[in-house]
């Protein structure tokens, strides 16, 4: 598409701001507060956009290009004021425009609180290809839920997390719109009837229901400099009507409260898990309540300008966010069969051609699993057609294998039946019901197919394929790092916004001394930012001139924070007893949310932040070493650290972590990689070189086979290894506790010692002197400053395969095959 610069009017939005102000509040600018500011310069940039909303509409209905619905129960988007006039080319304009009026822009954004309508990876990576969507200039649906809370706030309290309810909608949001038309009903419970209709076809009802009105709110969604502008569309649960006590009778009434406590609670919350299932029955309401509603918009908007259903796929493309989304199988089926009157195999034909399903962990707590009592109860015609569904694909798998020489067909059926042990399996429903199944990364893509799905990528390997996650670079980098990408703009030209293949051009001034030198000139300043950043959060005061080692992402054992933080003490232990050793300076950065009933997680936390006040506070140390653990990390303070990451920490032990995206984000910002052969890390140590990244640890391969051979006795190494040995006993020695049985857990996690095989489960000891010895890599490359300027500025001109840009192409090409919609 012809990239065209939008006309934003400074003067009219000036003016808009006035007005909003006076309309809204009543109040003059003077009187204003800060928050009233914000919203009333929101709703003018609102304006803005639903011109361009409503034209890339009409253009849509009509070029008809086909449809991708992105159906996800997390959407992270982060906060949309400053990214909305990025995406519109209205940045520079708005911010004079502001200045103008007395306001500084930076202020304004701090007031919006962050849309947390996720947890981490896959939420934020649903964001990143609604941006790329609209750049690309495709048309897309975002579909999801309007939780009333988001994420929680973390607060910090005596060292451990606290959760408070994060209460993102108190002020309203200005960039929503309300769509009482296009409301939905979605039925829950009662029993199925048979019935036969006029032409004598058998023909089925859901009876005795409690019903929801699904009420959609759209967010729009906007492309960078092309004016497409697309559709978050998230739903909220409202009773379907306002009951009269005197029209009903006893059963009514029981009923009529049982839908509105229904209605009021299903939309409350978003469960703050991550790899890992709570299993609640409220999320299989949740999960139900916006796929029925999503399917049937889908749907309907379909028939509003074609006749035949039954090409409906050649229309509309259902991706599924892991498998949370994967009842949209059997509701397209419902919504043919029994509102369409589709056979059973026609409904099947369009059902399979419509669905996609994409895989984001191989974690075995993360495999979804309903109880089929539960699922029959709340669903009964959604299990049903499952049930369905499972008879003829067992029969499948029969028909393929009995008789097949050396195939045990019962072991088959075991490992992929979809109804199994009374469980209804999403990820089996998912693969059958669709015909694209994919990973996020290579390593990730060859686990599946050559181990946890193998059974299925036999049966069906033309469905499997890879899609190696991306970020969007117009929030990473041209939004939370203004320095850095307007360096790079003056040295290569702007297309990289667009093209972030071309930051591969940058790669010619890597041995330019002045280029390196810029560079890290501007690293620093996004250290100092941060520095502040910090000193007003945490009240520690870091050294900028200190490496600035990172490790942001949401708490879990597999992604090893606990093996950060032994060797921190370590490390500690180091300078108290070699105090004239040369150190180079470091400030460990943590930032992290923990599941609120994970409490190996939570306990992490808390001696991250026992050990950060021992050694922050210890004058041995002298500031050598500092440790901060940053409070509520979320996506506008993930801006901020982003960019200024000398060292970014992906050390998940390897085959665990399907990707990553923040090892990219970090990438893009000239951070060094220290980690593990795991997820996107291989891929990025295959762009930017070997000698650009320090890696460490056991490879998948190697992790595998333990497993295999049920895991190693990590009481070898402690016994044999000083170091080990002194930092393990320090977590139950009262060093970082007056309780010395504080931390015992821990301790017992690494060296388990009633039964070893339950001992290290994710090979934090058998990683840790290598580990120690890629740290010490580190400290010695930074202090080679040509050195490590090369090889950060490398980092960024590599990490062209990374946009989410990519990722759609190749979604779009190989799954999707959407057309391109052309705005006049
Ligand atoms: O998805 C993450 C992966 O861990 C990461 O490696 C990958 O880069 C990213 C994007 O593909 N997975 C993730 O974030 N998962 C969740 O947040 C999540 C949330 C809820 C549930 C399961 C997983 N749940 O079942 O409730």
Redesign the pocket.
């Known amino acids: 598409m012809k990239k065209k610069t939008l006309p934003f009017d400074k003067d009219l939005f000036k003016r808009s701001v006035l007005y909003n102000v006076k309309t809204l509040y009543r109040k003059t600018m003077e009187e204003a507060t800060p928050q009233e500011m914000y919203q009333a310069a929101a709703y003018a940039i609102k304006d803005a956009i639903v011109d361009h909303w409503m034209t890339t509409q009409k253009a849509a209905a009509e070029q008809d290009p086909k449809i991708v619905y992105y159906m996800s129960m997390?959407f992270l988007m982060g906060r949309a004021f400053g990214n909305n006039i990025i995406n519109l080319q209205a940045y520079k304009a708005v911010k004079d425009a502001l200045e103008e009026l007395d306001i500084d822009v930076n202020v304004l954004e701090d007031q919006e609180p962050d849309p947390a309508l996720?947890?981490?990876?896959?939420?934020r990576?649903a964001a990143c290809f609604l941006d790329s969507l609209s750049t690309l200039g495709y048309m897309a649906y975002g579909c999801g839920i309007r939780y009333k809370y988001g994420m929680f706030r973390q607060k910090i309290q005596d060292g451990y997390q606290v959760e408070v309810p994060d209460a993102w909608l108190e002020n309203g949001n200005p960039f929503e719109l309300r769509r009482n038309e296009y409301a939905k009903e979605v039925k829950f419970g009662g029993y199925v009837t048979m019935y036969t209709d006029d032409m004598g076809r058998t023909m089925f009802k859901q009876e005795g229901y409690q019903v929801v009105k699904a009420v959609p709110y759209d967010l729009p969604v906007i492309g960078y400099g092309n004016g497409v502008v697309n559709t978050l569309r998230i739903w909220d649960a409202e009773p379907i009507q306002c009951f009269q006590l005197d029209s009903f009778d006893k059963g009514d009434y029981q009923k009529a409260v049982e839908q509105e406590n229904l209605a009021s609670q299903l939309c409350e919350v978003l469960?703050p898990?991550?790899?890992?299932?709570?299993g609640k029955e409220l999320?299989l309401k949740q999960q139900y309540f916006f796929i029925s509603a999503s399917v049937q918009t889908a749907v309907q908007k379909y028939m509003q300008n074609h006749d035949d259903l039954r090409k409906f796929y050649e229309k509309a493309v259902f991706q599924l966010n892991?498998t949370?989304p994967t009842v949209a199988v059997a509701e397209l089926m419902r919504v043919l069969m029994d509102d369409y009157q589709f056979s059973w195999d026609d409904a099947w034909d369009v059902t399979t051609k419509t669905c996609c399903y994409t895989n984001?962990?191989i974690m075995a707590e993360?495999l979804?699993k309903w109880p089929v009592d539960l699922f029959q109860r709340l669903l009964p015609r959604i299990y049903q057609i499952v049930d369905e569904i499972n008879r003829r694909f067992v029969d499948q798998i029969m028909r393929k294998y009995t008789g097949s020489a050396g195939i045990d067909v019962q072991a088959k059926i075991r490992s992929m039946a979809i109804l199994y042990d009374n469980q209804v399996k999403m990820a089996h429903l998912a693969i059958v019901g669709g015909h694209s199944v994919n990973g996020?990364a290579k390593l990730h893509t060859e686990i599946l197919e050559k181990r946890e799905l193998k059974d299925f990528y036999e049966m069906m390997p033309e469905k499997f394929n890879n899609k190696t996650?991306g970020i969007t670079q117009r929030r990473f980098l041209l939004h939370a790092n203004p320095l850095l990408a307007e360096w790079v703009t003056n040295k290569i030209g702007d297309g990289w916004i667009t093209d972030l293949s071309q930051m591969d051009k940058l790669k010619a001034f890597a041995n330019d001394k002045k280029a390196q030198n810029e560079f890290m000139e501007i690293k620093f300043k996004n250290k100092e930012r941060l520095a502040k950043y910090i000193l007003e959060h945490n009240g520690v005061k870091v050294d900028p001139k200190s490496i600035f080692d990172v490790q942001v992402k949401r708490l879990h054992e597999y992604k090893r924070q606990l093996l950060n933080i032994l060797q921190v003490i370590h490390k500690y232990n180091d300078i108290k007893t070699h105090p004239s050793k040369d150190f180079y300076p470091k400030t460990y950065i943590f930032g992290a949310k923990a599941a609120a009933g994970y409490l190996t997680a939570k306990l992490t936390i808390k001696l991250i932040n026992s050990v950060a006040d021992v050694i922050n506070n210890d004058p041995d140390i002298g500031g050598k070493i500092k440790v901060v653990f940053i409070e509520d990390y979320r996506v506008s303070n993930a801006e901020l650290i982003f960019a200024a990451a000398d060292v970014s920490e992906q050390i998940s032990t390897a085959s665990k972590?399907?990707?990553?995206?923040g090892n990219m984000k970090m990438m893009l910002n000239g951070a060094v990689t220290l980690g593990t052969l795991d997820?996107a890390n291989v891929e990025i140590v295959n762009e930017v070189g070997e000698e650009n990244a320090f890696i460490f640890g056991l490879t998948s391969q190697e992790v595998m086979e333990y497993e295999k051979n049920g895991g190693y006795n990590p009481m070898d190494i402690y016994n044999s290894d000083p170091n080990v040995k002194k930092v393990l006993d320090m977590l139950v020695d009262g060093t970082f506790s007056e309780d010395k049985e504080l931390f015992r857990p821990l301790y017992n996690c690494l060296l388990n010692t009633i039964n070893s095989s339950k001992a290290d489960q994710y090979f934090i000891l058998k990683d840790f002197e290598s580990y120690l010895e890629a740290q010490k890599r580190i400290s010695d490359a930074y202090q080679d400053k040509k050195r490590w300027a090369k090889m950060a500025l490398l980092n960024t001109a590599s990490c062209g395969k990374f946009s989410s840009d990519r990722t759609i192409k190749e979604y779009v090409d190989e799954v999707w095959h959407l057309d391109k919609v052309e705005l006049q």
Request: proline share 0%; glycine share 20%; charged share 20%.
């Open positions: 997390e996720g947890n981490g990876g896959l939420g990576l469960y898990n991550d790899n890992h299932i709570a999320r892991d949370h984001h962990t993360a979804e996020v996650n972590e399907a990707s990553g995206t997820g």
